[in-house]
């Protein structure tokens, strides 16, 4: 009962094309590989797959990965590469036991 204390029934639908939408998300991931060409860094960008792509190699929340793409934008280290390898031997140890 919220308006004129009567039941309120509200059904609400977004529909909206992707391509249009994802115009941004691409320039700045393609951004983000003119920094790497200019760092001469090669490989997978795990921080910004992270942030930018459906399916990085690395799963992270929403801060962690916007966390990380901004710490590879300011240059610092690219922190995710360990973690990647701690993730692989985490892996190898489950199935090892």
């Known amino acids: 009962n919220i308006f004129g204390d009567i039941p309120i029934n509200l059904e609400l639908r977004l529909s909206v094309e992707d391509s249009p939408n994802s115009a ?3 320039i ?3 951004r983000c590989c003119k920094l790497a060409l200019d760092r001469n860094e090669g490989g997978v960008l795990y921080s910004p797959s992270a942030y930018f792509t ?3 190699p690395i799963q992270y929340t929403d801060d962690q990965a916007y966390r990380l793409t901004e710490e590879f934008i300011n240059g610092t ?3 995710a590469k360990p973690l990647l390898k701690e993730k692989v031997r985490s892996n190898e140890r489950e199935i090892n036991n």
């Open 77 to 79: 280290i690219d922190i």
């Open 24 to 26: 941004g998300i691409v």
């Open 54 to 56: 459906k399916h990085p």
């Open 28 to 30: 700045d991931a393609i």
